[in-house]
């Protein structure tokens, strides 16, 4: 894909349905090989689908950008306020948390999430975000922008895969 028609823009009511299919896809790139399709099966389209409906309907200190070609959508970001409990790790490292972001294959990485999460979170303010010990390739981003691993890991039980948050 060529990432000079690639659009960044902040998504409407009517992306719901683009949003959580996108958002599916990503994950299921992300995570090839490393979940069973249990867990597909688990996390349906209509869940996804339902997540990013809750969150355009109430945008509550969220920021959310998505990134577009041809009309479809091919990626997204989120930053959403931490959760109080931490998704129950105990209390936050930072207030804010950006939640989600992710590309389809195809589109250069770097560039794609750069503009992506420049959408979100432009000023270097304080954040965290609970990555996949796997996605090394979201992880060496998040590096070069100034996040760090905290210490803190889990297992994710909806995965059963190793979850690290990283601050900055």
């Known amino acids: 894909m060529n990432e000079k028609l690639l659009t960044i823009r902040p998504p409407g009511p009517a992306d719901a349905v683009g949003l959580g299919l996108a958002w599916r896809a990503i994950l299921r790139e992300q995570l090839s090989g490393a979940v069973d399709e249990a867990y597909w099966e688990s996390f349906t389209e209509e869940?996804?689908?339902?997540?990013?409906?809750?969150?355009?309907?109430?945008?509550?200190?969220?920021?959310?950008?998505?990134?577009?070609?041809?009309?479809?959508?091919?990626?997204?970001?989120?930053?959403?306020?931490?959760?109080?409990?931490?998704?129950?790790?105990?209390?936050?490292?930072?207030?804010?948390?950006?939640?989600?972001?992710g590309v389809l294959s195809g589109l250069t990485i770097d560039t794609a999430l750069s503009r992506l999460y420049d959408y979100v979170l432009p000023d270097p303010v304080p954040a965290q975000c609970w990555v996949y010990r796997i996605n090394m390739s979201l992880r060496r981003f998040l590096r070069t922008r100034g996040f760090g691993l905290d210490g803190l890991s889990a297992i994710d039980e909806a995965t059963g895969l190793e979850i690290s948050r990283m601050v900055r």
Request: no cysteine; charged share 25%; proline share 5%.
């Open 47 to 101: 869940d996804s689908i339902e997540f990013w409906h809750k969150r355009l309907a109430d945008r509550g200190g969220r920021r959310i950008a998505v990134a577009t070609q041809s009309h479809r959508i091919v990626g997204l970001a989120l930053l959403e306020p931490a959760p109080g409990d931490d998704h129950g790790y105990g209390q936050p490292a930072r207030n804010v948390e950006l939640r989600a972001i």
